[in-house]
């Protein structure tokens, strides 16, 4: 991208002037291709701490000491109070048969209160009046009360206790569940949880506990729920397509350790956790039916990722041992939408859901050309695709069953599979591929997008930029504009990473970043709301003159408003682009809602987290159609917009009954 800039010289801008020639664009009224309803979406896994320590909204880090491949049992997160003294042990009663490792705290009688406290994942958010959920199984014997409280790390200060009367005995684990209720806001997040009770009271010495477990209010008020402001975030840019559960996680580092849907099922006690991919252990708590339930609240349409014998350390299942895994996946489709007098979908009864969820894609591996290439993709498109699609259309012939790889990436899927496009790119080669999926007859998803790098870096050879930055902003709505020209076979786009916990990332690029306290959206949350926010029924043809305005036009039969989704990318000289648009059959004064995106000077420009300056102007204005018809109006280089002449009341009713449905 050549991005304009200003000169000054002796005190005066020295800069071109140029006309532009106004784009003349009429849309026909009939010739369109009927759309998915599911254009705009994300893919979520869990890395940069965006399940545990984010979305999910559990509060304590390692709260039940888990092990797995990759990761050992630990007390990390983990303090004494009161010269308490901390240690790891396995009982010959475990709190579960997956659970095995629980914390020892021994006190001597004299030591008065004794106890320990947990710093959560980088700091808590204490609100006064808010109700938080808590837990915590002990094993031995005690007399006396637990007092449960969220205090400060700078000053001690104590926000909010709750009094728990022991039911601990020696020879087995007993849940202890409280309620706490802050009576003021602590100023920070600067926080911990603290556990303690009477040294005293304790018959052997010591007291064995596990699942140490607190949620603040959660989204929708569900149990073991998600983050409130974080999954509001994510709401209010409208996604419509949710793909889960990756991503690398679903591969596993090896196969021994793929994520095992089944393992995320039921009680906490019975969630062995995972050996996560990106560096650290993962509970399991933000499981299936916690990912189904948050698509039902947001009324997103589920992209199933299911595994299919590749781990990222290249173990490959041989065609002989396929078979369990297919068989796997068909277990894993039958739980979320089989009847209920099904073997799973009786499972899903008996966890409270007997109605089915709705699922039409499911997609096999991830990224298989990558994990284990050459071999791994070979096989791929050999024997594991094709025995997975042949199985699960025989069983399910309505589900559209998606390769882990494109035809770009030397497929020729066999019909009916789909594919599955990611792109991580520069914005120069966003706009680039705007015209890429035009001839593509195969039905591809985007499964994952987003502008990483600068126009002439070092590619995958540098790093990424800190921050999604306006100009890449620009260049992602170039493709998304493409492929919702093409929403006949495209079946949707989804940004990925989508999170970021400011404290520990792998991946520097997400359209959400946050802290305990604080969510920030960043450029391309705001350009992805805004297309999202007007959602096509229909594309319709329009006349073609592209470069540097990109566009795509369309209605929606719900609202009965026409739509025009536009951006410019690098005009000349960086002049305003004037546009005379005409819908066939729209009468003239009709009005309809202007929205413009534009950024900062510099097109390096980013909402910095640290800051919480939004670089993003949307401006809103009523236009209405001339006397024969036609919309004027200029756009402003590197600017995204959309017109749409459906008052904005009714598309507001059209996303709320589309989440309900």
Do not use: C
Not at 116 to 129: E, I
Not at 198 to 226: C, H, Q, W, Y
Not at 566 to 571: G, H, L, R, T, W
């Amino acid at each position: 991208m050549v991005f304009p800039k200003l000169v000054i010289q002796t005190g005066i801008f020295a800069y071109a002037i140029s006309s532009v020639t106004a784009v003349d664009i009429t849309v026909s009224s009939t010739g369109g291709n009927a759309t998915n309803g599911h254009q705009y979406g994300f893919l979520h896994e869990d890395i940069n701490n965006s399940g545990d320590g984010g979305l999910y909204a559990e509060l304590i880090r390692n709260r039940a000491f888990q092990i797995s491949e990759g990761f050992p049992a630990t007390l990390d997160a983990w303090y004494p109070i009161n010269g308490a003294e901390l240690s790891l042990k396995n009982l010959s009663t475990p709190l579960s048969d997956v659970l095995v490792t629980s914390m020892n705290v021994a006190a001597s009688p004299g030591q008065g209160e004794v106890g320990f406290f947990n710093d959560g994942y980088w700091g808590m958010d204490v609100k006064a009046s808010k109700k938080y959920t808590g837990s915590f199984w002990v094993k031995g014997a005690y007399s006396g009360q637990f007092t449960a409280s969220l205090q400060s790390n700078i000053s001690s200060d104590t926000f909010g206790a709750a009094n728990i009367t022991s039911r601990s005995t020696a020879d087995q684990w007993t849940e202890h569940e409280f309620e706490l209720t802050p009576f003021k806001d602590a100023p920070n997040s600067n926080n911990s949880f603290v556990l303690s009770f009477d040294a005293s009271g304790v018959s052997e010495g010591s007291l064995d506990f596990n699942l140490i477990s607190l949620f603040p209010p959660t989204f929708r008020g569900r149990k073991n729920g998600m983050r409130i402001d974080i999954a509001e975030a994510l709401e209010q840019f409208h996604p419509t397509l949710f793909r889960i559960p990756g991503g690398n996680m679903l591969e596993g580092l090896t196969n021994k350790s793929w994520w095992d849907w089944k393992n995320t099922l039921g009680p906490l006690k019975d969630r062995p956790g995972f050996s996560g991919v990106w560096g650290y252990q993962q509970t399991n708590g933000l499981g299936l039916v916690e990912y189904l339930e948050f698509a039902e609240d947001i009324g997103m349409e589920i992209v199933l990722g299911v595994y299919d014998g590749l781990s990222l350390n290249g173990d490959i299942t041989p065609e002989s041992q396929l078979q369990y895994y297919i068989d796997d996946a068909l277990d894993e489709i039958e739980f979320i939408r089989g009847p209920v007098d099904s073997k799973w979908g009786s499972v899903r009864a008996e966890l409270g859901h007997p109605n089915p969820w709705k699922l039409q894609y499911v997609e096999i591996g991830n990224e298989d050309w990558l994990s284990g290439a050459p071999q791994g993709w070979e096989t791929f498109k050999e024997y594991r695709f094709p025995n997975f699609l042949s199985a699960l259309n025989e069983a399910y012939p309505d589900i559209q069953v998606i390769s882990s790889g494109s035809y770009y990436d030397g497929y020729s899927i066999p019909q009916p599979g789909g594919g599955d496009y990611h792109v991580y790119a520069e914005p120069d080669t966003l706009v680039a591929e705007f015209n890429k999926f035009d001839n593509i007859t195969t039905p591809h998803i985007i499964g994952e997008m987003a502008a990483i790098h600068p126009n002439g870096g070092s590619g995958w050879d540098g790093p990424q930029q800190p921050f999604p930055w306006w100009g890449g902003t620009v260049g992602e709505a170039v493709s998304l504009i493409g492929y919702e020209r093409n929403q006949d076979r495209i079946i949707g786009a989804a940004y990925a990473p989508i999170i970021r916990n400011m404290n520990r990332w792998q991946w520097a690029i997400t359209m959400i970043q946050f802290t305990a306290d604080t969510v920030t959206k960043s450029t391309s949350w705001y350009m992805w709301e805004l297309m999202a926010a007007h959602t096509m029924t229909e594309t319709l043809p329009a006349t073609s003159q592209f470069d540097p305005l990109y566009y795509v036009a369309g209605r929606n039969s719900q609202t009965g408003g026409h739509i025009f989704k536009v951006a410019v990318y690098n005009s000349t000289d960086g002049a305003d682009v004037p546009i005379k648009l005409a819908f066939e059959g729209v009468a003239p004064g009709t009005s309809g809602e202007l929205t413009i995106l534009t950024g900062p000077e510099d097109p390096y420009g980013n909402n910095d987290p640290y800051t919480g300056v939004n670089v993003v102007k949307t401006t809103k204005t009523t236009v209405r159609s001339d006397e024969n018809g036609s919309f004027q109006f200029d756009l402003p280089d590197l600017s995204v917009a959309v017109l749409d002449t459906s008052p904005a009341t009714i598309r507001r009713r059209s996303r709320t009954t589309r989440r309900k449905t």
